[in-house]
C-alpha cells in the first residue's frame, strides 16, 4: 500500500520557521516528482514547491518564493519543505504529493500528481 505522510506542522508565529517532511513508503519513489500543495479554508488547493525525480530542479510558487525551499532524500524516500519568514496567510493544511514514475518535469498543478497524504496543519499567528 502506498503511503505518504506529512509531519511537522504547527503553529508558530509570523516570521518564524517550520520544516515540513513527507515520508513515502510502500514504493520507491526514486523516479517520482514530488510536490507540496496548501489548501486554506474556502480556498482551492494550490501549489507550493515542487522537485523533479533526481533533485536537480525545483520550483516553487512566487508567493513563497525567497522563503520555502524543497529538497528530498531519494535514499530515504523523504520530501521537506523548509518554510521561513512565515506569514498569517501562510495558514493552510499542506498536502506532500507524489508524480510518476515517468520522470516528468515539474507539474504545478494538483491533477497529475497519483498520490496524496494526509496533509498537515500549519497555523501561522500574526
Known amino acids: 500500500q502506498v503511503q505518504l505522510v506529512e509531519s511537522g506542522g504547527g503553529l508558530v508565529q509570523a516570521g518564524g520557521s517550520l520544516r515540513l517532511s513527507c515520508v513515502a513508503s510502500g514504493r520507491t519513489f526514486s523516479s517520482y516528482t514530488m510536490g507540496w500543495f496548501r489548501q486554506a479554508p474556502g480556498k482551492e488547493r494550490e501549489f507550493v514547491a515542487g522537485?523533479?525525480?533526481?533533485?536537480?530542479?525545483?520550483s516553487v510558487a512566487d508567493s513563497v518564493k525567497g522563503r520555502f525551499t524543497i529538497s528530498r532524500d531519494r535514499a530515504k524516500n523523504t520530501v521537506s519543505l523548509q518554510m521561513n519568514s512565515l506569514k498569517a496567510e501562510d495558514t493552510a493544511v499542506y498536502y506532500c504529493?507524489?508524480?510518476?514514475?515517468?520522470?516528468?518535469?515539474?507539474?504545478?498543478?494538483?491533477?497529475?500528481?497519483?498520490?496524496w497524504g494526509q496533509g498537515t496543519q500549519v497555523t501561522v499567528s500574526s
Open positions: 504529493a507524489a508524480d510518476g514514475p515517468l520522470q516528468r518535469a515539474i507539474v504545478t498543478s494538483a491533477g497529475p500528481y497519483d498520490y
Open positions: 522537485i523533479n525525480w533526481s533533485g536537480s530542479a525545483t
